[in-house]
């Protein structure tokens, strides 16, 4: 029988900036109560990342964190995957600071170094809200998103062995693949690998559907029966390949922090829960069934949800 589907909604990111949606969560309030409606829609994994409560930067501050963790723990079953991307312009101790405090179930683990191309957003004209956003998208002409072997080593070991961590394998091309495959062999992750496809980031693989064929066919090789897959595509493409997932046997991962998107339209979805429901919708209409947090616990071998530190 195939697996329910885990629905992943990412909630706020570091790609898009206050100025482009009102409707971004950019403050501890507002990530907590979106978390929580995307949980109620249906998201079986929040996929989560802080802002500056002031003016919305990406923020890695472990209070950051802190303000909004133990109230979506609180009032969701939901899994907290921390995010140890952070944003391209964060160092590596930086990103990593929140999820060694907070020692979740799941934190994404981006599988190589990569130019994270989201300068076109500075160039579009805007009424800027803030002084730091323009500046913060166009310095992504110039910045390597640093992910090199010892850097993921570390956070296998640090948090992955420390804390009995699991992961969210962010592979933005079949060159990350290729990573993830070394460390299976080399007995540093183990199966069963929960890799998201990223499509359509300036910089990696383009969102289409021959990149996500490609991308499941390079898995499928290097690490066979090893893995489950979910796939986020930034943009308009969110919805299409996102279902194309689903029915090549994958995960979904949808939210604002890849598409500000109501996912039909030029509109912009009113909040994170309106994509979950939407992907739902598409889903369950086809006969997918979601998977529910406990569900994906035992699929994904996670630790459970009282085994964390916040
Ligand atoms: N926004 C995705 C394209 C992370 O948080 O580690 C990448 C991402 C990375 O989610
Ligand atoms: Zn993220």
Redesign the pocket.
């Known amino acids: 029988m195939a697996d329910k589907i885990i629905l992943t909604c ?1 909630l706020t ?3 898009h900036t206050p100025s482009m949606s009102p409707h971004l969560p950019s403050g501890p309030d507002m990530i907590a109560k979106q978390a929580v409606a995307a949980a109620e829609a249906g998201a079986t994994i929040l ?1 989560l ?1 802080a802002r500056d409560p002031k003016d919305g930067r990406p923020s890695a501050k472990v209070e950051d964190f802190l303000a909004f963790l133990p109230r979506i723990r609180q009032r969701t079953d939901a899994i907290i995957n921390i ?4 944003s391209s312009q964060m160092t590596l101790a930086e990103r990593l600071a929140p999820s060694l405090a907070a020692k979740p179930e799941m934190c ?3 599988m190589g170094s990569m130019n994270f191309g989201i300068f076109p957003l500075a160039e579009q004209p805007r009424a800027w809200k803030h002084d730091w956003e323009q500046p913060f998208l166009a310095a992504t002409k110039d910045v390597v998103f640093k992910n090199t072997f010892a850097d993921i080593e570390s956070i296998l070991t640090d948090l992955g062995e420390a804390h009995d961590t699991r992961f969210e394998f ?1 592979c ?1 091309d079949p060159g990350h693949i290729q990573t993830l495959a070394h460390f299976l062999k080399k007995g540093l992750v183990k199966a069963p690998l929960f890799v ?1 496809f ?1 499509l359509g ?1 300036l910089g990696g693989i383009d969102a289409s559907p021959e990149s996500l064929l490609f991308m499941k066919q390079t898995a499928d090789r290097l690490l066979g029966d090893s893995y489950r897959f979910s796939v ?1 595509a ?1 943009g308009r493409h969110q919805m299409k390949l996102g279902t194309m997932g689903a029915i090549l046997g994958g995960h979904v991962r949808v939210g604002l ?2 598409s500000l998107s109501d996912g039909a339209s030029r509109a912009l979805a009113p909040d994170n829960a309106h994509q979950v429901a939407r992907i739902r919708r598409i889903l369950t209409e086809m006969g997918y069934e979601i998977a529910s947090p406990s569900e994906a616990r035992a699929m994904l071998n996670l630790k459970g949800g009282d085994r964390v530190a916040f």
């Open positions: 990412a990111g570091s790609i996929h990342h995010s140890t991307g952070g994404s683990l981006n962010e933005y998201q990223v980031v986020l930034a922090e890849d």
